[in-house]
Nanobody
């Protein structure tokens, strides 16, 4: 499984970005996809994700600002990020796993496959 994350960049506070995660899989119904982020000096943390069945979850820190969606035909998952602030600055990674469920969707170790990451920088 290969994952290609893209769409990062430099944006001002209050701005928006849309990240894409293109997965080299036959079907997103076979893999859960999660977005994680890692700020400098901090642990990698869960942002949002889909289970294989299409159930979604997101971190409390991004609820109401970030929206996750997926295009099954393109096997691509998107993360629309609005109202960005400095605390959102991080490298964003997408990850995939076949054994991810609603109970472990926020757990890094549930995802064996990881993309290369895309940098998001929010300036004031």
């Amino acid at each position: 499984v290969q994952l290609q994350a893209s769409g990062g960049g430099l944006v001002q506070t209050g701005g928006s970005l849309r990240l894409s995660c293109a997965a080299s899989v036959r079907s997103l119904n076979a893999y859960a996809i999660g977005w994680f982020r890692q700020a400098t000096g901090k642990e990698r943390e869960f942002v949002a994700g889909f289970t294989r069945s299409g159930g979604s979850a997101s971190a409390d820190s991004v609820k109401g600002r970030f929206t996750i969606s997926r295009d099954l035909a393109k096997t691509t998952v998107y993360l629309q990020m609005d109202d960005l602030n400095a605390e959102d600055t991080a490298v964003y990674y997408c990850a995939a796993g076949r054994s991810v469920t609603a109970s472990n969707i926020r757990t890094r170790s549930a995802y064996p496959y990881w993309g290369q990451g895309t940098q998001v920088t929010v300036s004031s």
